[in-house]
């Protein structure tokens, strides 16, 4: 069993319409990453979050530390959302980073 | 400020050969992280630099070597390629706290054939 898992692991949406990509992970863990990586490689940082809930712009990262779960929703969804989102725990024994498989978003206008 | 940069972004190599990535973190970074991402595997941790000093190493062979100099650049160098190896690799770069945001460059794509 993967130490992160992600679901789902394609998500196809309208144009608006509101998203969330769910995050299990079976680790202790520092911090988690949520991260947008589109079609030819660039990986950008969305969120670090220890606990609590985050907010930038459309995008609302929350975590619950008790339940090892975190979710990243996204509000108003567009096309240009369209990208894998990957979630990444720093473990906090070592503070490696281990990812997600990703979840493959696609927003259809 | 300047992002973080990674060369070359593409390279060709046949099997047997040995491999030289570079990655240049943002100005003032101090920890250097690099990655693999394969269609398989997904994204792997390679190993993290830190004030010239491996601080972190993930599950790959010794083939799979890195440094780092002193003004925060790091190279990973593979030898001795395989076919498996080839891979996105990436490299991120953080202030240097465990736990730091990273940034990652765009990549090095690396085909062995």
């Known amino acids: 069993k993967n130490e992160v898992e992600q679901s789902p692991q394609n998500l196809t949406a309208q144009e608006g319409e509101f998203i969330t990509i769910n995050c299990s992970y079976s680790v202790g863990i520092s911090a988690l990453h949520w991260l947008q990586q589109h079609p030819g490689g660039g990986i950008v940082s969305l969120f670090m979050?220890?606990?609590g809930k985050k907010k930038h712009g459309r995008l609302i990262a929350t975590i619950n530390i008790q339940e090892k779960h975190s979710s990243l929703h996204i509000t108003a969804s567009h096309p240009r959302d369209s990208a894998v989102y990957i979630c990444?725990?720093?473990?906090?024994?070592?503070?490696?980073?281990?990812f997600g498989k990703g979840t493959l978003l696609t927003v259809n206008p | 400020k300047a992002g973080v940069t990674q060369t070359p972004r593409y390279l060709i190599k046949t099997r047997g050969q040995q491999v030289t990535l570079s990655c240049s973190p943002i100005?003032?970074?101090?920890?250097v992280s690099w990655y693999q991402q394969t269609p398989g595997q997904g994204l792997q941790f390679l190993f993290e630099?830190?004030?010239?000093?491996?601080?972190n190493k993930g599950n790959f062979p010794g083939r799979f070597s890195g440094r780092q100099f002193s003004n925060s650049r790091s190279e990973m160098n593979v030898s001795t390629l395989e076919l498996g190896d080839s891979a996105l690799y990436l490299c991120?770069?953080?202030?240097?706290?465990?736990?730091?945001?990273?940034?990652f460059g765009p990549g090095t794509r690396l085909t062995v054939l």
């Open positions: 100005s003032g970074h101090r920890s």
């Open positions: 990444a725990v720093s473990l906090s024994s070592n503070y490696k980073l281990t």
């Open positions: 991120a770069s953080s202030l240097g706290q465990r736990y730091n945001e990273q940034f």
């Open positions: 979050l220890s606990s």
């Open positions: 630099y830190f004030s010239e000093t491996q601080r």
